[in-house]
C-alpha cells in the first residue's frame, strides 16, 4: 500500500444480505502530512446469502406413489384405508372418540396435509385442503411465512395469524404453509408427512 493510504472496510448482515463497504483514503500531492486531507472512494458490494437447506425428516423413505396415494384420499373411511403402518403406534395416544374419524383416519389426515404442505414448499401447486374432523384445533404450525422463512409453532391461535402473513383480500400470503391441528400426535404425523423437524415455538 502506498504511504499514507488507508483501507477500512466496514460489513452490514441482515438476515439474507450482506453488505460491505470500504472506504480508501489517499493522500493528495503536496498536501501536508500533518493534516487529514485526502480523496475518499467508497466501494460497496452486496451478496445475497442463500437461505440454509431445509432439514428433511424421512425415516421411512416415504415414496412418491404413496403420497399420490395419499393425497387422493379425502374421506374418512378412504383416509383410514392408507398402507401407514408407522403411524400405527400412535394411534392409542389419540383419546377422543368419534364413529367416523376414528385415530387411525385422524393420523392419516395429518399425515396427508404434511404431505400436501412437503410438495407446496418445494413451489408444487396442491389443492388437498383437509376434511374437517369434529374437534377443536389447540396446535398452530407455520412451515414457511415471509415473517417466518424457518417456520414456527405455537397454542396461541392469534399470534398463529398474526405470523402467518395477510394479502389483500384477507387470506394468507401465497407463501404461507401452515396448519392448524387438533393434538400434539396429529402434529407429529404432519410434521412427517411435511418431511420437516418441529419448528421453534413463537413467543
Do not use: H, K
Not at 399420490?68 to 408407522?86: G, H, T, Y
Amino acid at each position: 500500500m502506498e504511504p499514507g493510504r488507508e483501507e477500512q472496510e466496514l460489513v452490514f448482515e441482515f438476515s439474507q444480505l450482506r453488505i460491505s463497504v470500504r472506504v480508501t483514503v489517499e493522500p493528495i500531492a503536496g498536501a501536508s502530512s500533518t493534516g487529514p486531507v485526502g480523496v475518499v472512494s467508497v466501494a460497496a458490494g452486496a451478496s445475497s446469502t442463500p437461505p440454509p437447506e431445509p432439514v428433511i425428516v424421512d425415516p421411512y423413505l416415504i415414496s412418491v406413489d404413496l403420497e399420490n396415494q395419499v393425497l387422493q384420499a379425502d374421506r374418512a373411511e378412504r383416509l383410514a384405508e392408507l398402507p401407514l403402518p408407522f403411524l400405527r403406534a400412535w394411534e392409542t395416544r389419540l383419546r377422543g372418540q368419534d364413529p367416523v374419524w376414528t385415530p387411525r383416519a385422524r393420523l392419516a389426515r395429518a399425515f396427508r396435509a404434511g404431505v400436501a404442505a412437503c410438495r407446496r414448499l418445494e413451489g408444487q401447486f396442491v389443492e388437498a385442503s383437509s376434511p374437517v374432523i369434529p374437534f377443536q384445533n389447540s396446535i398452530y404450525i407455520i412451515l414457511r411465512s415471509p415473517s417466518l422463512p424457518a417456520g414456527g409453532w405455537t397454542t396461541n391461535y392469534s399470534l398463529f395469524i398474526c405470523n402467518c402473513g395477510r394479502n389483500a383480500t384477507s387470506d394468507f400470503d401465497r407463501t404461507t404453509v401452515c396448519q392448524s391441528l387438533a393434538t400434539r400426535v396429529e402434529a407429529d404425523a404432519f410434521l412427517l408427512g411435511a418431511r420437516r423437524p418441529w419448528p421453534s415455538q413463537l413467543q
